[in-house]
């Protein structure tokens, strides 16, 4: 029975990662644009070395000080209660995810919005994939 269950996290270990490296090759390049009046850039997902990149926590996008960032709590785009903040789980304009000029889907802390993921599941999930 323990090399049952033993089996099964394996198993279960390698899908997860297997979805996640899928996940992260399929953003991986994407822009991040806000879905306000102004079409705000946010940045990309990519590689934290990158000066553009949301997982750069020293650059403009990736700062949880810039008003740019989705990861500043006190930020428009950051802000659980604001309509266009990619951490609001009521949100229905949540910043989208573009690549090759088509949405992919949407960054947004938002269970209900088909297409959304996580701006924190996505950095836990691609930072170092990416």
Known sequence: MQKIKIALLLLLSVSFNTLANEVCQVIDGAKIIAQDE??????KLTNSYDSDSIFNEYGTYGSEYNELSVFN????FGSEYNQYSAT????????MIIKNQKIIGYLSANKNLQGSISPNLTKALCSDEI
């Open 38 to 43: 102004k079409n705000t850039y946010l940045g």
């Open 73 to 76: 709590d006190y930020g428009k």
């Open 88 to 95: 609001n789980p009521y949100t229905q304009e949540p910043p």
